[in-house]
């Protein structure tokens, strides 16, 4: 590799728990009920099988496979995606007493020029972030507290965070947006928008009445209609959630030409208007599940470069 650079990246935390206890929430990385991924606000592990050497995955647009494992006590992930460079990051759990672990993560990866650049403008601040709020996670479900605040969120990695977040995708509308179709029989016009949901993120459709600040005509464990009525036309907005994703959909009724003159300008800006916003309650619910009341620290690492 010309130009190469290596970097090793390495974070470690005292825990106040066995060894046991953290290497146990080790062994269920990417399983549904990993208590230690920082999801939904980073993305998620996902492994095309129980974490197990051979197991391939990643998160977000990192990909990796589990190379080494021992149950309990460590795992290895060697890059896969030759563009981000050759190496491997590690989770380790090491005993030091029966009521006293050490949790260390280390990354090390050679790469090319543009690659390290890449890595340092975008990466390494949320790779840092991600490890320690691992850390606060493994504190959490092995102490049952956090005994310090939360983990620092660098602004250069919420940028990274808002810049590579997911974006709405235009869908029919749902048949099962029922409050949404009973409302508007005969629209004049529709429209309707998905995002996934990432695990952790609130499932019920009352955590997404900011995504339309208007009166409420309607609920369901699954659906929030929203709307107003006026003199040239009615409108109606659905929050549709399910196991998987939300959609906000919309239906239009048109009474006079007064409607359609000012709807004509109005559909222009209509789709732009409401992606925007189910993208922001997006992510305002995600962030919506760190723990009230925590407070910021920095993270604490060491990194080299050579």
């Known amino acids: 590799m010309r130009s190469a650079r290596t970097v090793r990246n390495v974070h470690q935390r005292i825990v106040q728990a066995p060894a046991e206890t953290v290497g146990a929430l080790v062994d269920r990385?990417?399983?549904p009920d990993d208590r230690l991924f920082p999801t939904p606000v980073w993305p998620a592990m996902v492994l095309d099988g129980p974490l197990a050497v051979g197991a391939d995955g990643g998160h977000g647009r990192v990909r990796y496979r589990v190379t080494a494992y021992e149950p309990g006590r460590s795992v290895r992930f060697d890059i896969t995606d030759e563009a981000l460079g050759v190496?491997?990051?590690?989770?380790d759990v090491e005993p030091l007493g029966?009521?006293?672990?050490?949790?260390?993560?280390i990354l090390e990866v050679t790469m090319g020029t543009g690659a390290f650049a890449l890595f340092k403008l975008t990466i390494?601040?949320?790779?840092?972030?991600?490890?320690?709020?691992?850390?606060?996670?493994?504190e959490r479900a092995a102490v049952g507290t956090l005994p310090h605040p939360p983990a620092h969120r660098s602004p250069r990695a919420l940028l990274v965070n808002r810049l590579f977040w997911a974006r709405p995708a235009a869908v029919p509308v749902p048949a099962d947006a029922r409050l949404l179709h009973d409302a508007v029989e005969r629209p004049d016009?529709?429209?309707?928008?998905?995002?996934?949901?990432?695990p952790g993120m609130d499932r019920d459709p009352q955590a997404w009445r900011h995504v339309l600040p208007l009166p409420e005509h309607g609920a369901t464990d699954r659906e929030l209609l929203v709307g107003k009525d006026a003199s040239h036309l009615?409108?109606?907005s659905s929050v549709l959630v399910d196991d998987d994703s939300v959609t906000l959909a919309t239906a239009v009724r048109l009474h006079n030409t007064r409607g359609r003159l000012y709807f004509a300008v109005v559909r222009r800006v209509h789709p732009y208007m409401a992606r925007l916003m189910l993208w922001r309650a997006h992510r305002r619910v995600a962030f919506a599940t760190r723990?009230?009341?925590?407070?910021?620290?920095?993270?604490r690492k060491t990194s080299s470069t050579y």
């Open 124 to 138: 390494e601040p949320v790779h840092d972030t991600m490890v320690e709020e691992i850390f606060d996670n493994v």
């Open 87 to 91: 190496g491997y990051h590690r989770l």
């Open 234 to 236: 009615d409108f109606r």
């Open 98 to 105: 029966p009521d006293r672990c050490q949790v260390s993560h």
């Open 29 to 31: 990385l990417s399983a």
């Open 291 to 299: 723990p009230a009341g925590d407070r910021i620290r920095e993270p």
């Open 189 to 198: 016009f529709t429209d309707a928008w998905r995002m996934p949901l990432s």
